[in-house]
Nanobody
Framework: QVQLVESGGGLVQAGGSLRLSCAAS????????MAWFRQAPGKEREFVAA???????YYADSVKGRFTISRDNAKNTVYLQMNSLKPEDTAVYYC?????????????????WGQGTQVTVSS
Protein backbone atom coordinates (compact mmCIF):
# COMPACT_ATOMS: atom_id res chain seq x y z
CA GLN A 1 0.00 0.00 0.00
CA VAL A 2 1.26 3.46 -0.91
CA GLN A 3 -0.09 6.69 0.53
CA LEU A 4 0.42 9.94 -1.35
CA VAL A 5 0.16 13.41 0.17
CA GLU A 6 0.31 16.50 -2.04
CA SER A 7 1.28 19.98 -0.90
CA GLY A 8 2.31 23.32 -2.36
CA GLY A 9 -0.89 24.46 -4.01
CA GLY A 10 -2.23 27.98 -3.62
CA LEU A 11 -3.22 31.20 -5.31
CA VAL A 12 -0.82 32.83 -7.76
CA GLN A 13 -1.03 35.51 -10.41
CA ALA A 14 -0.71 34.69 -14.07
CA GLY A 15 2.94 34.42 -15.04
CA GLY A 16 3.92 33.26 -11.59
CA SER A 17 5.32 29.96 -10.34
CA LEU A 18 4.45 27.23 -7.86
CA ARG A 19 6.12 23.98 -6.89
CA LEU A 20 3.94 21.06 -5.92
CA SER A 21 5.27 18.20 -3.82
CA CYS A 22 3.95 14.69 -3.36
CA ALA A 23 5.30 12.67 -0.46
CA ALA A 24 4.90 8.91 -0.70
CA SER A 25 4.95 6.29 2.01
CA UNK A 26 6.57 2.90 1.54
CA UNK A 27 10.04 1.56 0.90
CA UNK A 28 9.71 0.85 -2.81
CA UNK A 29 9.10 4.38 -4.05
CA UNK A 30 11.99 4.18 -6.48
CA UNK A 31 10.26 1.34 -8.33
CA UNK A 32 7.13 3.34 -9.04
CA UNK A 33 6.32 5.54 -11.99
CA MET A 34 4.79 8.78 -10.76
CA ALA A 35 2.51 11.30 -12.42
CA TRP A 36 0.53 14.46 -11.96
CA PHE A 37 -3.03 14.88 -13.19
CA ARG A 38 -5.40 17.80 -12.79
CA GLN A 39 -9.11 18.38 -12.80
CA ALA A 40 -10.78 21.73 -13.37
CA PRO A 41 -14.39 22.38 -12.34
CA GLY A 42 -16.80 20.76 -14.77
CA LYS A 43 -14.03 19.01 -16.68
CA GLU A 44 -12.58 15.54 -16.76
CA ARG A 45 -9.32 14.71 -15.05
CA GLU A 46 -6.43 15.22 -17.44
CA PHE A 47 -2.81 14.15 -17.61
CA VAL A 48 -0.14 16.72 -16.83
CA ALA A 49 3.23 14.98 -16.50
CA ALA A 50 4.82 11.65 -15.64
CA UNK A 51 8.22 10.33 -14.64
CA UNK A 52 9.33 6.72 -14.84
CA UNK A 53 11.49 4.77 -12.41
CA UNK A 54 14.47 5.59 -14.63
CA UNK A 55 13.61 9.31 -14.74
CA UNK A 56 12.16 9.34 -18.25
CA UNK A 57 9.68 12.20 -18.39
CA TYR A 58 6.54 12.82 -20.41
CA TYR A 59 4.38 15.95 -20.60
CA ALA A 60 1.03 17.04 -21.88
CA ASP A 61 1.39 19.45 -24.79
CA SER A 62 -0.42 22.15 -22.81
CA VAL A 63 2.34 22.31 -20.16
CA LYS A 64 5.44 21.36 -22.16
CA GLY A 65 8.18 23.94 -21.68
CA ARG A 66 6.48 25.44 -18.60
CA PHE A 67 6.23 22.55 -16.14
CA THR A 68 8.96 20.19 -14.95
CA ILE A 69 8.43 16.91 -13.11
CA SER A 70 11.22 15.47 -10.99
CA ARG A 71 11.70 12.97 -8.20
CA ASP A 72 13.94 12.52 -5.17
CA ASN A 73 13.98 8.85 -4.26
CA ALA A 74 15.91 9.51 -1.05
CA LYS A 75 12.97 11.65 0.13
CA ASN A 76 10.21 9.53 -1.44
CA THR A 77 8.96 12.69 -3.10
CA VAL A 78 7.94 13.77 -6.59
CA TYR A 79 7.76 17.43 -7.57
CA LEU A 80 6.01 19.50 -10.18
CA GLN A 81 7.64 22.85 -10.85
CA MET A 82 5.11 25.08 -12.60
CA ASN A 83 6.31 28.26 -14.29
CA SER A 84 4.58 30.84 -16.47
CA LEU A 85 1.25 29.84 -15.00
CA LYS A 86 -1.94 30.69 -16.86
CA PRO A 87 -5.53 31.00 -15.62
CA GLU A 88 -6.34 27.82 -17.55
CA ASP A 89 -3.93 25.93 -15.27
CA THR A 90 -6.42 26.42 -12.42
CA ALA A 91 -7.43 22.99 -11.15
CA VAL A 92 -7.07 20.47 -8.38
CA TYR A 93 -3.75 18.71 -8.96
CA TYR A 94 -3.43 15.03 -8.08
CA CYS A 95 -0.37 12.89 -7.61
CA UNK A 96 -0.52 9.26 -8.76
CA UNK A 97 1.70 6.20 -8.58
CA UNK A 98 1.86 2.98 -10.56
CA UNK A 99 3.79 -0.10 -9.55
CA UNK A 100 4.95 -0.80 -13.11
CA UNK A 101 7.89 1.53 -13.59
CA UNK A 102 7.06 2.89 -17.04
CA UNK A 103 5.23 6.18 -17.31
CA UNK A 104 1.80 6.63 -18.86
CA UNK A 105 -0.71 9.38 -19.59
CA UNK A 106 -3.69 7.13 -18.82
CA UNK A 107 -5.18 7.57 -15.35
CA UNK A 108 -6.68 4.06 -15.33
CA UNK A 109 -3.27 2.41 -15.02
CA UNK A 110 -2.28 4.24 -11.85
CA UNK A 111 -2.76 2.28 -8.64
CA UNK A 112 -2.57 4.98 -5.99
CA TRP A 113 -3.81 8.57 -5.77
CA GLY A 114 -3.39 11.49 -3.42
CA GLN A 115 -6.20 13.69 -2.15
CA GLY A 116 -5.31 16.62 -4.40
CA THR A 117 -4.12 20.18 -3.89
CA GLN A 118 -5.83 23.27 -5.29
CA VAL A 119 -3.98 25.56 -7.69
CA THR A 120 -5.66 28.82 -8.61
CA VAL A 121 -4.16 31.22 -11.16
CA SER A 122 -5.65 34.69 -11.28
CA SER A 123 -5.57 36.85 -14.39
Amino acid sequence: QVQLVESGGGLVQAGGSLRLSCAASGRTFSNYAMAWFRQAPGKEREFVAAISRIDSTYYADSVKGRFTISRDNAKNTVYLQMNSLKPEDTAVYYCAAKSSGSNSRYSSVYDYWGQGTQVTVSS
